[in-house]
């Protein structure tokens, strides 16, 4: 089904009265636990077989859906890490991502070592890794706010509220609206080009967005899947992120179109 309404993102989080539990063992360095999760990164190239599928092939290759608030801090040290932050605070630096995506999932495989107490990993072909590392591959659409935050305290959750804190003057930033693997005539027009952060362009950058996820299926948008993300399951922050990212340039991963 086509939608060709603006959309909404609405996250909501509940708890249950319920007691904190241990977090699990998990491969890597237990003190970086905020740096596991799913983690955007710029599009990343694929090899689609066979290289002349047709867009409703490619797109039929493509079966699942998302769309996904990520909210991340800049650390001089580990660089951008994702995890649970809701609300930026002043002196601090963040980035704010909302994508649509339509995906599949594949991975590869690492081995691990430890190097002066560290966890290294390495990429290796061998059938049985020590674990395996989610990259996602498909199409969509990103915004991304980056923002330091100058006095009080911002709600990072809420777009609009990051557009007229901007207004306010109590965040500076920039604000980024990309397309992940779609590009043409029925793309390019209606990309706006903000020139700042407030109420009127993050507007702007949504309707933008919603008019053009409507026309994924027009024959006038061109489709190639990108790696448009991976799933940081060994922890490390940006220097384990860097890594994946060097991985996949170097060997892109395979979407198989039947």
Request: charged letters at 15%; glycine letters at 10%.
């Amino acid at each position: 089904m086509h939608c060709r309404s603006l959309f909404a993102l609405t996250v909501v989080l509940v708890f249950c009265g319920c007691a904190a539990l241990p977090l699990p063992p998990t491969p890597g360095d237990p003190a970086a636990e905020a740096s596991y999760g799913y983690h955007p990164i710029d599009s990343l190239p694929v090899a689609v077989l066979p290289a002349n599928a047709s867009q409703e092939r490619k797109l039929a290759a493509l079966p699942d859906e998302t769309m996904r608030l990520a909210i991340g801090q800049f650390d001089a040290k580990a660089g951008i890490t994702y995890g649970p932050v809701a609300t930026g605070v002043a002196g601090n630096s963040y980035v704010v991502v909302l994508d649509y995506v339509k995906f599949t999932t594949k991975s590869f495989g690492v081995k691990r070592t430890e190097a002066a107490g560290k966890v290294v990993a390495r990429v290796t072909a061998e059938p049985s890794p020590d674990l395996l590392v989610p990259v996602y591959i498909g199409v969509g659409l990103r915004l991304t706010a980056n923002v330091a935050v100058r006095e009080g305290r911002v709600d990072l959750g809420n777009l609009f509220a990051l557009g007229v804190a901007a207004q306010a003057r109590q965040i500076s930033g920039t604000l980024v609206i990309q397309t992940l693997g779609l590009s043409g005539e029925g793309v390019s027009p209606l990309i706006p080009m903000p020139s700042e952060i407030n109420p009127t362009t993050i507007q702007n950058a949504i309707l933008a967005l919603g008019t053009i996820k409507a026309k994924i299926y027009d024959g006038r948008v061109s489709v190639v899947p990108r790696v448009v993300g991976v799933y940081n399951n060994l922890g490390g922050g940006q220097e384990t992120i860097n890594g994946f990212i060097s991985t996949i340039l170097q060997s892109p991963p395979v979407l198989e179109v039947k």
